[in-house]
């Protein structure tokens, strides 16, 4: 079975500076990562995921993952961030299956809040 | 192009009550997957849906829950005689493959 943690459940952050949201998963197998932000009121919106290749991927908004195999981590990082950036951020992993079931199994969210 | 899109965005009902929930996912997309986004439980998978073939049904909490997905297109997702514990965002996403695309989510409030 998967799992995945987010240590942080809230993270404050000045704008303009950097900020790294952590998680950490879990499986026996090969996966498929993923992080989506979620604006209040709304749903999941997809930043990045890593499916294979490089382990460094890039995403909307200005936000990057680097895929850690063996610190089965996917640490989400912005160079500066902005007001707009201010949302709970979901971290997520599935396990391939061609044509199967890859549901997705998130961790609890990181709500980012920029301080102005 | 057009994303997933859900209704209502909002439904308020009493305990006991059956409701329906909607989910149109994105045209050409095979896979279709049901979430409930709770406060306790966080985000957690409820059924899962490929083309025409049976769908997974093992995330859904109680047999008051059902889903169909009728033309391999649209699904319905019923909760039958809702409890309070029931309230939640139920949140539908669909997928080509490898990566789901989520709606905006049905608020459900049960009084």
């Known amino acids: 079975a998967q799992s995945v943690t987010q240590l942080d459940s809230q993270v404050p952050v000045f704008e303009e500076a950097p900020v790294e949201l952590r998680c950490n998963y879990s499986?026996?197998?090969?996966?498929?990562l993923f992080w989506y932000v979620q604006y209040p009121n709304q749903g999941l919106q997809l930043l990045l995921k890593y499916l294979s290749g490089s382990t460094l991927v890039k995403g909307i908004n200005g936000f990057e993952a680097e895929f850690n195999k063996s610190q089965t981590s996917f640490h989400l990082r912005k160079p500066s961030v902005h007001i707009s950036d201010t949302a709970e951020y979901f971290c997520?992993?599935?396990?391939?299956?061609?044509?199967?079931?890859?549901?997705?199994?998130f961790g609890t969210g990181t709500r980012l809040t920029i301080i102005p | 192009g057009a994303g997933v899109s859900q209704s209502p965005s909002n439904k308020v009902t009493e305990k006991g009550k059956d409701v329906e929930l909607r989910c149109d996912p994105i045209s050409g997309h095979t896979a279709l997957y049901w979430y409930r986004q709770s406060l306790g439980q966080g985000l957690e998978f409820l059924i899962y849906?490929?083309?025409?073939?049976?769908?997974?049904k093992s995330g859904l909490p109680s047999d008051r829950f059902s889903a169909e997905r009728t033309g391999g297109s649209v699904s319905t997702l019923t909760i039958q005689r809702t409890q309070q514990e029931d309230s939640a965002v139920y949140l539908c996403?669909?997928?080509?493959?490898?990566?789901?695309?989520f709606g905006p989510g049905t608020r459900l409030l049960v009084l």
């Open positions: 997520a992993v599935s396990e391939p299956a061609y044509f199967g079931n890859e549901k997705l199994t």
């Open positions: 499986s026996s197998v090969s996966v498929y």
């Open positions: 996403a669909s997928s080509p493959r490898e990566t789901q695309y």
């Open positions: 849906f490929q083309g025409n073939s049976a769908p997974d």
